[in-house]
């Protein structure tokens, strides 16, 4: 598994995300805000629980289509998005492109199998 982080910021990962305000907050001491979009149900599920367990994670949702979860990443604006990119990764890749050009602060982790 290859995984590519998308974020050219240089935080220390643990400020806030998820916010009605319209973006990620800077309160120190708040919890690190996680979107899912992963096509498999197993891997969204064991992910969750995996990244739930750490202290000062929270996911705050998980699609399994692309487009539905990057209009739900737009809605949340969560800190992090991780997304699992399919075999025919090319369209994956061109709506992530344009989802961090709208949303440069959260950080986007793009996943493959390949």
């Known amino acids: ?6 974020n050219n910021s240089k935080g220390n990962g643990t400020k806030s995300g998820a916010a009605q305000n319209g973006g990620p907050s800077e309160n120190p001491g708040s919890s690190l805000t996680v979107l899912l979009i992963l096509e498999d149900e197993a891997n969204r599920r064991s992910t969750r629980v995996a ?3 750490l202290p000062g994670v929270e996911v705050v949702g998980a699609r399994s289509e692309l487009r539905s979860g990057l209009l ?3 809605q949340l604006r969560p800190r992090i998005v991780l997304l699992d990119l399919p075999d025919a990764y090319e369209e994956a890749l061109g709506a992530a492109g344009s989802f961090k050009l709208d949303s ?3 950080a986007l982790f793009l996943m493959s199998n390949s």
Do not use: Y
């Not at 598994?1 to 998308?6: G, K, L």
């Open 72 to 74: 739900l990443a737009r």
């Open 1 to 6: 598994m290859s995984v590519v982080n998308t």
């Open 51 to 53: 990244l739930e367990g």
């Open 104 to 106: 440069p602060d959260v």
